[in-house]
């Protein structure tokens, strides 16, 4: 026989203690029938209505056993355990003098109490029976509703790590995007400075091929504007564009030597990361210097990473430009500061930006970082 649990569904679910009471005491009936009626072929009518009567007394007294189980669960388990065989044992004798009593009734057989031995043992065990199931469905049940609020709060303790690491993605991608805006400002800036002081020099021709290419690169610049990592093919075509531009502002004085090979082109890098460190170069080497300079971008693989060169012929204060290249206060800092601390949004620490002399006489810019590869084959 089985009991149904103690007490109403908890969280909305069924309560299965009507149904599964009903049957375990129809299972009773059907015990008594083949172990008793049949054997000793107690097929009247009498017999068979005792069966069912006593089935019917038996779900009636679990139902206090049933409230009283319900009333002592949060007792401490000595006094609980205590009252629950009492109430138990007493349900039992109880059950044992009902059905003996309703046998004599309605069988006619009298003088039946000598045996009341052999009815209230069969009674002591149906009613712990029914008690230890009941107590066991109760525990499975209050175990499986632990282990549901455990997997509901681990769940949701996921969802709001997620949406921590999402808040925290949206801030750094603020970040970056801050970072760019100051960038191209300033180089807008400059070239503006540049163009106006090209008119009074009469050479109006070059201003308006600046205009042209200055329009070109913006709108280069504003196709992927939105886009924290390009692919390196991006990256240096508008590097290309950016020198272009000065290099109208120079004539022949400023001479580039690219060096980046096809197989690396598809690896991401972030967006306009070059531009400060070219623009710095130019600045120091190419302006300062009546003879110009040259400037000379590289990329390399070096142990599974990525690394982008960017040096120069250097000027006249070359010495003084490398003293004071971290300095925070300088122009060459400032962009360096603001080339490092995008890199640390992007990588963490996984990541280098080191500034030392160069063979060509100036300063060599190397940053290393992960190779990681475009999903779209290459494309921005």
């Known amino acids: 026989m089985t009991p149904a649990r103690a007490g109403s569904a908890v969280g909305g679910r069924i309560s299965w203690f009507w149904p599964l009471n009903t049957a375990g005491w129809f299972g009773i009936s059907l015990v008594t029938y083949f172990s008793l009626s049949l054997p000793y072929d107690q097929f009247e009518i009498s017999y068979l209505a005792h069966n069912i009567s006593q089935s019917l007394v038996g779900f009636a007294l679990t139902l206090p056993m049933r409230w009283t189980f319900r009333r002592i669960w949060d007792w401490p388990t000595g006094p609980r355990i205590t009252v629950a065989l009492l109430v138990t044992l007493a349900s039992a004798v109880a059950w044992a ?107 109006a021709d070059d201003a308006k091929l600046m205009l042209s290419r200055l329009s070109d690169f913006l709108r280069f610049s504003l196709d992927g504007g939105d886009s924290t990592l390009v692919t390196l093919d991006r990256e240096i075509a508008a590097l290309n564009q950016y020198l272009t531009i000065e290099q109208v502002r120079f004539s022949d004085r400023m001479t580039l030597d690219f060096d980046i090979s096809r197989d690396l082109e598809h690896l991401m890098v972030p967006n306009m990361l070059l531009q400060p460190l ?103």
């Not at 031995?117 to 029976?129: E, K, M, Q």
């Not at 175990?143 to 949406?163: F, K, P, T």
């Not at 693989?301 to 120069?312: N, T």
């Open 278 to 380: 070219a623009e710095n170069a130019i600045k120091y080497a190419i302006a300062s210097s009546e003879e110009g300079g040259t400037i000379k971008i590289s990329a390399a693989m070096a142990k599974s990473r990525l690394v982008l060169v960017i040096e120069d012929s250097g000027g006249a204060d070359s010495d003084d430009r490398a003293e004071h290249a971290n300095a925070a206060d300088s122009g060459l800092g400032i962009g360096l500061s603001n080339t490092k601390e995008r890199l640390r949004n992007l990588y963490g620490s996984d990541f280098d930006l080191t500034v030392v002399s160069s063979v060509l006489g100036g300063l060599r810019f190397e940053i290393s970082i992960p190779a990681t590869q475009s999903l779209q084959g290459g494309a921005a």
């Open 97 to 203: 003098v009902l059905r003996l009593l309703l046998f004599m009734a309605m069988t006619q057989e009298q003088e039946l109490w000598g045996d009341f031995g052999g009815w209230v043992f069969p009674s002591i065990f149906v009613f712990l029976t029914w008690g230890a199931l009941y107590h066991g469905i109760k525990y499975y049940q209050l175990m499986m509703e632990q282990r549901e609020a455990i997997l509901a709060l681990e769940a949701e303790q996921r969802q709001r790590a997620l949406q921590l690491i999402q808040a925290r993605a949206q801030v750094k991608d603020s970040q970056l995007q801050l970072l760019r805006y100051q960038l191209n400002p300033h180089f807008l800036f400059n070239t503006l400075n540049s163009i106006a002081s090209l008119v009074p020099a009469q050479r």
